[in-house]
């Protein structure tokens, strides 16, 4: 048996408590568990049933916030993972939570991959495309093995004929060549579009605004 010392609410999640025995801290539970058990600083308990309960009461919510996490849209493990480690959840909950969204393939990371990049390169370069997955988690080696066979030449079109528009917007402001030139390259190395394709479009935009 022990002591109840301290119960403490959670900064980061004010729906949740820290519990405190014999002075030490022990584990952390709802304040909903906290009430409906009744409990009290200086109250003496079973700290071991009281550990099974809470936890197994933790991975119930962690779960059921997982899945709230990707009710909207999809998510990578490691966004799902950040979400809930903001919410307070202890590493055991949120790994059995993921384990669990993995095996009903609620997240798939090489699924989201192959969708992200799809949508992606209808306005961005692969450069772009690569840097925001690998924020959201997606290891390098999946993102060059999905990556791989993308066709060079319809980025190229792609960004053709982004930098047109872009072009026509820019021409309205300025009349110097050298200007203009250099502000289409900003803009789609921005835009995430490799060094050699950026400089064949320009060429060709420039070129053609010559004749």
Known sequence: MAIITK????????????????????FSLSIELVYKEGLNRNDEIDSEKLKILAEHESQIRCKNSALRIIEKSCKTE????D??????????SINKSI??????????????????????LKSQGSQKI?????????????IEEELSDLNKENEKNIALNIAKKKFDIIKKKENDNYKISGKLYRYLI??????????????????????
């Open 99 to 120: 384990k669990f969204l993995k095996e009903y393939n609620f997240i798939n990371d090489s699924n989201y991959t192959k969708a992200f990049i799809r949508e992606k």
């Open 78 to 81: 490691k966004e799902v993972r």
């Open 130 to 142: 690569k840097y925001t997955l690998i924020q959201k988690g997606i290891s390098k080696e999946n």
């Open 7 to 26: 119960i403490e609410i959670q900064k980061r999640n004010k729906e949740r408590v820290n519990l405190f025995l014999d002075g030490e801290y022990a």
């Open 83 to 92: 979400k809930l480690i903001l919410k307070g959840y202890e590493d055991n």
């Open 190 to 211: 921005s835009k995430g579009y490799e060094y050699d394709i950026t400089s064949e479009v320009v060429k060709e935009i420039m070129s053609l605004d010559e004749l």
